[in-house]
């Protein structure tokens, strides 16, 4: 694959960099932002930069077969960083937390969001970060990518693209993965063992109870489906639990747009997921509520104050503009 030259100046700089970097991941953490991170920070380690990675959420289980997965910071943190790199966010305020840095970076592949420096790395046409990053290393220096590293892409890879399924899996996100397997040695079966076939019970519970409230909407164009907090809780499950959910929702003939939403009240909102077969751009809407994303999958968040019914019912509105 070519050496890209969008990516010498962000190369240059990290290599060139001698204080102290927090990699950041954003919050309710994913396969993307956590792979990316910990490629990007085993391959910052193995150059003797001081790096550290971080997340306001712990990493899933599922991502917890990662190497170094157990080294993430819990943040905030009181440490002040000389560089803190936003990993897989369109902006420091997706990271949920505040961090101390005296300068940012984004490494990204949202569209829009917040830039910071000439040397950014924001893809829009990316299918994940960890396609970013892996021309990021190859452009410091190809022999940082070792069989680690490359699985921490591979998984950021793979779970954004939904294994490669996904609208966002086009020949760039395969031929990506062909190399990382071919080359450095990821294991396909094993990285899809770990993220997909671990499950807790408890998430099926849950899960079960999910289906229980899918619905369709606008002439079964539009599903939506929900969780409670007390659910989880009797359960006693995390929001980790239920990652994936709102796929189920997508998958019905005739959906074009899925809606998942969770009841957060130690946020005082209800997050919201939707996600998209292709045509309809969830973004646009997802934006309209102050959140973000990409045309196939985005999220935001809603006041708590507003009922169950009054949120369902404010997303249509603006979903019938987009279907
Ligand atoms: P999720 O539904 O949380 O899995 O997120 C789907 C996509 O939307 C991801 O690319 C997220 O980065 C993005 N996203 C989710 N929540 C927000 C938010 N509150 N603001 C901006 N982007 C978001
Ligand atoms: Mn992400
Ligand atoms: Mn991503």
Redesign the pocket.
Known sequence: MPIKDEFVPAARFLKNFEGKILLAS?E?P?GDTVGSALALYLALKKLGKSVKVGCRDPVPYFLQFLPASREFLKLPVEEEFDLCVVV???SHK?LGVPVRAKSFMRIDH?KGGDFYREEDLVDAFAPATAAVVYYLIKNIDEDLIDREVATCLYTGLATDTGFFTNSNTDAEALKLAHLLVERYGVDPHEVAVNVKERNPLRRFKLLSRALDTLELHLGGKVSSMFVLKEWLDELGASYEDTEGF?NYARSLDGVEVAVFITERPEEGVW?V??RSKGKADVSVV?ERFG????KY?????IPLNLSLKEVKEKLLEEIRKVV
């Open positions: 954003h309710n994913d897989d966010a369109s997706r949202h709102v997050k997921s939707l997802c959140g973000g994303g990409h999958a985005a999220g935001c968040k």
